[in-house]
């Protein structure tokens, strides 16, 4: 059982020190022993619960699908009026909690892997799968309810999934820091323009 409590403690912050690291040197950088010299442990203790770097950067995908999944569930738009929910939502995925959960020089590190690694792309895939389905699942309850006016829930999701992660990683080379709340909410109006339909 201590063991077992061990390796639920020491897998996530090995995890976590792997991403810092990812930050600091890049992909290619962040070593194993990289990761080993931040923690003050030895290496030998993180091949122990991941045996490579591979599995070392599924469980960071893992990490971001994690906490991405916990900002959806926070969502909790159905508690007002369906008119008011497009706008919590298109609010919730543009805000700087979602856009700041993951840095985007970490993103970009484990998305150019993902081209050279088929389990890291299937996480990948993952995660924007369980995205698009949430979309979809908001986008249908608006239909319903005449609050949108767009013909196709999937279509209609993709479109908005390009937006966001247009928009996060454009916005990183392009809007001054001072103007990113702005930015934000030209993006949300634009959004709930495409999909309200009318207007």
């Known amino acids: ?3 077992r409590l061990n390796a639920d403690i020491q897998k996530p912050k090995i995890v976590k020190h792997f991403y810092k690291t990812i930050l600091a040197e890049g992909f ?3 070593s194993i ?5 931040r923690m003050k442990i030895h290496p030998s203790l993180i ?3 991941f045996g490579n770097k591979e599995n070392l950067t599924l469980a960071l995908v893992d990490f971001v699908i994690d906490a991405y999944g916990s900002l959806l569930k926070k969502f909790k738009s159905q508690d007002g009026a369906p ?8 609010e919730a995925i543009w805000s700087r909690e979602y856009y700041e959960k993951i840095n985007v020089a970490g993103s970009f590190a484990v998305l150019a892997v993902s081209f050279r690694n088929e389990k890291i792309h299937g996480k990948i895939r993952e995660l924007y799968r369980m995205f698009k389905k949430f979309l979809v699942r908001e986008i249908e309850y608006l239909i319903d309810n005449r609050v949108i006016g767009v013909n196709d829930p ?3 999701a ?3 999934m390009t937006m966001i992660e247009g928009s ?5 080379f392009i809007i001054d820091e001072d103007q990113v709340g702005k930015y934000n909410q030209d993006m949300i109006q634009t959004a709930h323009f495409l999909l309200k339909g009318r207007d």
Do not use: P
């Open 168 to 172: 996060r990683h454009f916005r990183t």
């Open 154 to 156: 999937e279509q209609a």
């Open 83 to 90: 008119e008011d929910r497009l706008m919590k939502l298109l």
């Open 1 to 3: 059982m201590k063991k």
């Open 47 to 49: 091949l122990h619960y």
């Open 158 to 160: 993709e479109v908005i």
């Open 33 to 37: 022993a990289k990761v080993a010299k």
């Open 28 to 30: 290619e950088g962040a």
